[in-house]
């Protein structure tokens, strides 16, 4: 069975930090990429970012580039998301999720297998 759960989600304040957490079970890791998505009520799901399970490269959206990084342990069933220098407009649920299309560029959500059943980010005073 694929499992994905996100953790890590909460209320921080404006230029704050938070780390999420995508645990993933259930499936070859090295057969997948994983990437972090988000999402505002009547907006379309934003990719943000994305790891290669197999070298470890990463790719990230313009829109987090130089405060969003993308990690996995060494097993690469965690991969996490540090956020740094939150903004008000991070605010979004936030989903982890997979691929089996390993194309370095691909950050569309349709292309994505499994998903995770988000957390909440909330970027307020």
């Known amino acids: 069975e694929v499992r994905l759960v996100e953790s890590g989600g909460g209320l921080v304040q404006p230029g704050g930090s938070l780390r999420l957490s995508c645990a993933a079970s259930?499936?070859?890791?090295?057969?997948?990429?994983i990437g972090w998505f988000r999402q505002v009520p009547g907006k379309e799901r934003e990719g943000i970012a994305k790891?290669?399970?197999?070298?470890?490269?990463?790719i990230y959206s313009d829109s987090v580039k130089g405060r969003f990084t993308i990690s996995s342990d060494n097993a690469k069933t965690t991969v996490y998301l540090q956020m740094d220098d939150l903004k008000p407009e991070d605010t979004a649920d936030y989903f982890c999720?997979?691929?089996?299309?390993?194309?370095?560029?691909?950050?569309?959500?349709?292309?994505?297998?499994?998903w995770g059943p988000g957390t909440q980010v909330t970027v307020s005073s």
């Open positions: 259930g499936f070859a890791v090295d057969d997948y990429d």
């Open positions: 790891i290669n399970t197999k070298d470890g490269s990463t």
């Open positions: 999720a997979i691929t089996r299309y390993r194309l370095s560029f691909l950050l569309v959500d349709a292309y994505y297998d499994y």
